[in-house]
């Protein structure tokens, strides 16, 4: 077939889970592609020379080159194809917010038909899932051990690079589960813990340890692992866990939940299952405030958990929701009612409970530090909305707490650890930091690239 009848092929859309189905549950939604669809699919690649694809993507995945072996039906070969740049393709192929990165570069994308590469992607990532190639040599060890702290994107990628190398690796992880924000913040009908938990285990298999339930800073300090534990090295991957607030008055009322506590008494602690005893309100009427993928989990989940109506409040237009454009779809299609341009300005309370929200309506005026319109409020314009839930989802930042994790080590003004941009070596010799807890794009795939740099800036300083 050549490329101008390949361009006249229609995109092959994902299998998705009737709304009704959908919300009654956790299921996962994106039922995946079928081998037929994928091959499909795989056939409207343009095989571009140049591949503006991989331009699009942060850790530069040979994206035509994968997907012509999908093509050619190698799906093995098209993951570990992947592999090279990327250790998690099922995690990445449903999460990444493709239409910003690889597929807004695809030249079909002027068209409006980009090929759907994350779909692509998680169809061979689960193939290699369900069957996992041998795994082939093993490269001999360096009886050097390396401290990972946090078990996070960016902390899983270093620890799978630092292993292959050859070097002894722990990751400690603060929680009883690894996975980080993959596992108590993403919700299973997005990214099914059975998918993470398959990525960590070909982790363990390469040798890998993973310390559970131990918080660096309090159960044992980077000098202690760098000092009488023998470790050589450490890369920290803490994550942004803190969430920020609004800061209007009502918001300490019982009623009113971080976006982070809903999630991960949802996800990790399982609320929603009934043989699980962790308790989390279930809101008749609720409002969850933000535009990013958290606050669209949240909406999603408030939903599932039965709800009679979910409104989410968000003080710019959809243009500048910085959410994946399926999520919001989704959240739409499922019943959320989205109340653009209006900001809460107090929570109000009965019986000393919350008991309504009162909003003011905004409108776009100049662009702010962001480069988005700033919302300006609209004067006269309040009016007041019963519920008896909020979840504010308006971001997160690092946790005070890390600067126990090492003390003296240099940070911002925002708690992001200061690193050499090349290295990603903090002001501590030896100490390496990556992820959300540097700051950046604060997206999955971002974290990885920083854990794959961070464990190659290792090797070396191992080596010199
Ligand atoms: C609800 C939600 C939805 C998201 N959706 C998307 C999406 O669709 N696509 C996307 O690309 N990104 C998404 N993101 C952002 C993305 O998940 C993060 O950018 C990414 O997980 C950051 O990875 P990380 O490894 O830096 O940190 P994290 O994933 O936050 O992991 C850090 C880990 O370190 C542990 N830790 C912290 N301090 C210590 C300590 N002192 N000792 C031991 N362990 C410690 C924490 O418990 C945690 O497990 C979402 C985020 C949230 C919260």
Do not use: W
Not at 48 to 62: F, Q, S, T, W, Y
Not at 267 to 277: C, S
Not at 411 to 437: K, N, W, Y
């Amino acid at each position: 077939m050549d490329a101008k009848e390949r361009m006249k092929l229609e995109p092959v859309p994902m299998r998705e889970r009737d709304v009704s189905e959908r919300v009654a549950g956790f299921e996962e939604v994106n039922r995946g592609y079928s081998e037929q669809e994928a091959r499909a699919e795989a056939e409207r690649c343009l095989q571009c020379k140049k591949a503006p694809c991989r331009e699009g993507c942060p850790v530069d995945v040979d994206i035509p080159g994968f997907i012509c072996l999908v093509c050619e039906g190698r799906y093995a070969e098209a993951g570990l194809k992947i592999k090279e740049s990327n250790a998690f393709p099922a995690i990445c192929g449903r999460v990444c917010p493709q239409e910003r990165q690889c597929q807004a570069t695809c030249v079909l994308s002027k068209q409006g038909k980009p090929i759907n590469i994350g779909y692509l992607e998680r169809f061979v990532g689960d193939y290699l899932i369900e069957y996992p190639p041998e795994q082939v040599g093993s490269t001999a060890p360096t009886g050097k051990k390396v401290a990972v702290v946090g078990s996070g994107p960016a902390g899983l990628a270093a620890a799978g690079d630092l292993a292959k190398a050859g070097h002894q690796v722990t990751v400690f992880e603060a929680l009883h589960e690894p996975g980080g924000v993959l596992i108590y913040g993403i919700p299973e009908f997005r990214l099914p813990n059975l998918t993470v938990g398959h990525e960590i285990q070909a982790l363990l298999e390469m040798g890998v340890q993973v310390r559970t339930n131990t918080i660096i800073g309090r159960t044992l300090t980077v000098p202690e692992l760098l000092g009488v534990i023998g470790f050589k090295a450490v890369f920290l991957a803490l994550g942004a866990g803190a969430p920020i607030f609004l800061g209007i008055e009502g918001e300490n009322l019982p009623g009113v939940f971080s976006a982070n506590e809903f999630l991960t008494r949802v996800n990790l602690m399982r609320a929603f299952r009934d043989d699980y005893d962790t308790p989390v309100q279930r809101g008749r009427n609720v409002v969850v405030i933000g535009g990013g993928n958290v606050a669209m989990d949240s909406c999603r989940s408030a939903l599932r958990l039965g709800a009679d109506s979910v409104t989410l409040l968000y003080r710019r237009t959809r243009a500048e929701m910085p959410a994946r454009i399926e999520e919001v779809r989704h959240a739409e299609e499922e019943g959320v009612d989205f109340q653009l341009l209006v900001a809460p300005t107090r929570f109000l309370g009965r019986d000393g409970r919350l008991a309504a929200v009162e909003c003011l309506r905004m409108e776009l005026g100049e662009p702010d530090e962001s480069g988005r319109r700033r919302p300006v409020p609209l004067e006269g314009s309040e009016f007041t909305v019963e519920i008896d839930q909020a979840i504010v989802a308006v971001g997160a930042r690092v946790n005070p707490s890390a600067r126990l994790v090492m003390p003296g080590m240099s940070q911002d003004e925002r708690g992001h650890i200061i690193v050499d941009p090349e290295t990603l070596m903090t002001s501590v010799e030896g100490v390496f930091a990556g992820g959300d807890v540097i700051g950046g794009e604060e997206t999955v795939i971002e974290a990885l690239s920083h854990g794959r740099r961070a464990a190659r800036a290792i090797d070396e300083y191992l080596n010199s």
